[in-house]
């Protein structure tokens, strides 16, 4: 069974660093991308970027790149998403979510979710 | 790409069809164009609904119905049901393009 599992909700306070993680199974972690996908409160989905587990190559959205970073480990089939200095506007849902040319570049399996409260 | 756009919202009642536009496709000859279709319901994680502009995976309804025209593309959900109430997204996937990936603004359905 295909499964992405997320690492848990955190509360930081602005300023502070953050990384979560997104554990795959139950498929060849190396071959298929992992996306992250931002959810505002109230709001839409936002691509954030990808990478790609088996050269790590990453994309990132322009208009919120440079405020995070996309990483994986192959070898525990752990992809992460950090930030080094959290802003209050980084309060969200993120999901991972595999990207699969089987299904036409879309986002077939999804992470539960990991909710990021930065809040003084 | 830009943002696509979709209606905020849309209602229906049980039974009759709806269909969701997603305006802003890219429409070049260069480059194909990966539309999906996601459903979320309050507080859940997205659901992949529609692949590759008609493709559905195999436990989403037939009731589902996936389209594009031009710069648009369509989600017609027919003989609609009280569990279709949720917010629908499109979005397009274009590898030469940046972002090679952008969500659609999002439509909540109602049913009456």
């Known amino acids: 069974e295909v499964q992405l599992v997320q690492s848990g909700a955190e509360v930081r306070k602005p300023g502070e660093s953050l990384r979560i993680s997104c554990k795959g199974s139950?498929?060849?972690?190396?071959?298929?991308?992992i996306t992250w996908v931002r959810q505002m409160p109230g709001k839409g989905l936002e691509w954030m970027g990808k990478?790609?587990?088996?050269?790590?190559?990453?994309q990132h959205s322009p208009s919120i790149r440079g405020h995070f970073t996309i990483s994986v480990d192959k070898s525990n089939s752990t992809a992460y998403l950090q930030w080094s200095s959290l802003k209050a506007s980084d309060t969200a849902v993120y999901y991972c979510?595999?990207?699969?040319?089987?299904?036409?570049?879309?986002?077939?399996?999804w992470g539960q979710g990991t909710v990021v409260t930065v809040s003084s | 790409q830009s943002a696509l756009t979709q209606p905020a919202s849309l209602s229906g009642s049980p039974g009759q069809s709806i269909t969701i536009s997603c305006s802003g496709m890219?429409?070049?000859?260069?480059?194909?164009?990966?539309v999906s279709w996601y459903q979320q319901y309050p507080g859940e994680v997205p659901k992949l609904l529609i692949f590759?502009?008609?493709h559905r995976p195999a436990a989403v309804s037939s009731r589902f119905v996936g389209s594009k025209s031009g710069n648009t593309a369509s989600l017609t959900i027919s003989g609609l049901q009280a569990e279709d109430e949720a917010d629908y997204y499109c979005?397009?996937?274009?590898?030469?393009?940046?972002?090679?990936?952008?969500f659609g603004t999002g439509t909540k359905v109602t049913v009456l």
């Open positions: 890219n429409n070049d000859d260069d480059a194909y164009n990966y």
């Open positions: 590759d502009v008609n």
């Open positions: 979005s397009s996937y274009i590898g030469s393009k940046r972002p090679p990936f952008v």
């Open positions: 979510a595999r990207q699969s040319g089987e299904t036409g570049m879309a986002l077939d399996y």
């Open positions: 990478i790609d587990p088996s050269d790590s190559y990453t």
């Open positions: 139950g498929f060849a972690f190396t071959g298929y991308w």
